[in-house]
């Protein structure tokens, strides 16, 4: 899916003819239509938007402290999860990838994630700074794709790839309720995905910046 969060996709993927065809009536062009959203890829997108009030339903039953609900709240992240490695690859090996994806896509992945650090931050198990931070990095850098997008695509990164999973580690381990060792472990984690947050954000910043310039110059340049 594109833009979504570095972690699973750098680059806008083509559309074959034949599914723009049926689409759109041309042989090229994003896929459009109510028949390019009902597939796969885009309803895994959808699931993942519905997992987050569930999610947040099961986070905060019982006051947010019963182990058992939390723990049935880390398997409704962890589905979400899962969704959003296979969304993404899904769509470009179909060649689905369509503008609802493209905007659907990184709003589950914002909404799942931020809902479960604004939440665990109201529950006092994680500190607000480090919500803070990660929530304005994510919303940022989306932002900022969204501001080249026209010109150039921010492809991922390795960095960025590490980086969501171990936010993703980092806070499916805040859900559950842990002590001794692994409460230690996560701590240690959610240090590392704070680190990698920010230093990720730089350079995509960077990067949105070069790549821009460089768009931008080549319009003018096609313009003369």
């Not at 990095?137 to 991922?156: D, H, Q, S, Y």
């Not at 993703?168 to 704070?194: D, E, F, K, S």
């Amino acid at each position: 899916m594109t833009p979504g969060p570095e972690g699973r996709t750098g680059g806008v993927a083509p559309v074959s003819a034949g599914a723009s065809a049926s689409a759109s009536g041309s042989a090229s062009g994003p896929v459009t239509g109510l028949g390019s959203l009902w597939n796969i890829p885009n309803m895994l997108t959808i699931l993942r938007l519905l997992i987050v009030p569930v999610f947040a339903a099961l986070l905060l039953a019982d006051g947010g402290h019963d182990p058992k609900w939390r723990s049935v709240a880390w398997a409704a992240f962890a589905l979400a999860m899962i969704t959003d490695l296979f969304d993404g690859e899904l769509a470009r090996r179909m060649n689905l990838v369509s503008d609802f994806c493209k905007i659907a896509d990184p709003i589950a992945d914002k909404a799942i994630m931020g809902t479960a650090l604004v939440a665990l931050s109201a529950l006092g198990d994680l500190p607000w700074w480090v919500t803070i931070v990660i929530l304005v990095r994510e919303v940022g850098i989306t932002l900022m794709r969204f501001w080249v997008i026209k010109l150039a695509v921010i492809p991922a990164s390795r960095g960025g790839k590490i980086k969501t999973l171990t936010q993703g580690i980092a806070v499916g381990m805040y859900v559950l309720v842990l002590t001794g060792p692994l409460a230690t472990l996560r701590a240690w984690l959610m240090a590392a995905a704070v680190i990698l947050t920010v230093l990720t954000g730089l350079d995509y910043i960077r990067q949105a910046v070069v790549l821009r310039r460089a768009g931008t110059a080549k319009v003018k340049a096609a313009g003369a």
